[in-house]
């Protein structure tokens, strides 16, 4: 059965205080790994999507990375402003884009 | 600007009533879907569309009906079968090339049942 683990589930930081969320995932046919955000009450934000194991792509303060079994999503000295709720989704064969979801881990980030 | 539009952002329903959440694209993708949202849990598939007029059911599809009539459009209806609607609807779609697009996400309905 595909399975997409998300930790920690909730994470609360520092302003300036580095640290990484985790993805690990137990999928059949992986054909790229999607990172989104979500704030509250809004659709999600697309913000990477990552191809092959030891692929790293980076976005202001983000950065995410990709092994056979976790994806990690760095986050670099943050800002109140990336307090959001960041998901994970492997893309897996299935005759169709079919994306598996992870729930989530709520990033808050004080000043 | 191009993007996906939802509507309405809130609705009420009450227990017995079919309710229909309206879903529009102006990014000329080919695919769209529906999911649905509950606290602490993924995000989970109810309907998806590849093409105009045919549709396929996603891994909650009971209790839900959906339509294909245009490229644009892809309205799901909540039907009373449906036993615990109360959620967060989100659309999306994406382009079908490679089959690994992104998919675009539109703001959500958020559904109580009174």
């Known amino acids: 059965e595909d399975q997409v683990t998300q930790s920690p589930e909730a994470l609360r930081l520092q302003e300036g205080e580095s640290s990484s969320l985790n993805c690990s995932y137990t999928?059949?046919?992986?054909?790229?790994l999607f990172w989104y955000r979500q704030d509250p009450g809004k659709g999600p934000e697309f913000l990477f999507t990552?191809?092959?194991a030891g692929e790293e792509k980076e976005k202001e303060r983000l950065k995410a990375t990709l092994t056979k079994k976790e994806s990690f999503l760095h986050i670099t000295a943050p800002k109140p402003e990336d307090s959001a709720t960041y998901l994970c989704a492997p893309a897996i064969s299935g005759g169709y884009n079919k994306l598996i979801f992870g729930a989530g881990t709520r990033l808050a980030v004080h000043p | 600007d191009g993007g996906i539009t939802q509507s309405p952002k809130y609705l009420f329903r009450k227990e017995g009533q079919n309710v229909t959440l309206s879903c529009e694209q102006n990014l000329n993708h080919d695919a769209m879907y529906w999911y649905r949202q509950d606290p602490g849990q993924g995000l989970r598939l109810i309907y998806y569309?590849?093409?105009?007029?045919?549709?396929q059911k996603g891994d909650i599809a009971e209790g839900y009906s959906v339509s294909r009539e245009k490229k644009e459009s892809f309205p799901l209806t909540v039907t009373s079968a449906q036993k615990n609607p109360t959620a967060f609807y989100l659309c999306?779609?994406?382009?079908?090339?490679?089959?690994?697009?992104?998919?675009?996400f539109g703001e959500g309905s958020r559904l109580t049942v009174l």
């Open positions: 569309s590849q093409i105009v007029n045919d549709f």
């Open positions: 999928v059949s046919g992986l054909r790229g």
């Open positions: 999306a779609s994406s382009n079908l090339a490679g089959n690994t697009g992104e998919l675009f």
């Open positions: 990552l191809y092959s």
